[in-house]
C-alpha cells in the first residue's frame, strides 16, 4: 500500500543521513498516517480513509461530507 494521505496528498520525504565523518546513506521520513473511519450521514455508511494527522485536523475543520466530496472530484473511489 502506497504512504499517501488521501485528505492532503502528504508523500514519504527522501533526504539524506549525513554522519560525523560525512558518509551519506539515503533515508525516508514517512507521514504520520492512520486509517480512520468515519460515518457518511447522506450515505448512512461508514467510510474507511488512509489519513495523516493533519488530514484528521482538515476533516474536524471542514467536515466530513465536503472533504469526501473533494476526494470523489479528484477521481479517487472513497
Not at 468515519?38 to 474507511?48: D, I, N, P
Not at 493533519?54 to 477521481?75: C, N, P, Q
Request: with cysteine; net charge positive; aromatic share 6%.
Amino acid at each position: 500500500m502506497s504512504q499517501v494521505c488521501q485528505v492532503t496528498g502528504k508523500k514519504p520525504l527522501v533526504g539524506m543521513n549525513v554522519s560525523h565523518s560525512h558518509i551519506r546513506t539515503k533515508k525516508r521520513s514517512l507521514p504520520n498516517l492512520r486509517w480512520k473511519r468515519y460515518f457518511l450521514t447522506s450515505e448512512k455508511r461508514w467510510v474507511r480513509i488512509r489519513v495523516s494527522s493533519k488530514g484528521m485536523r482538515i476533516i474536524d475543520k471542514l467536515g466530513i461530507e465536503s472533504v469526501v466530496d473533494a476526494i470523489r472530484s479528484r477521481g479517487a473511489k472513497v
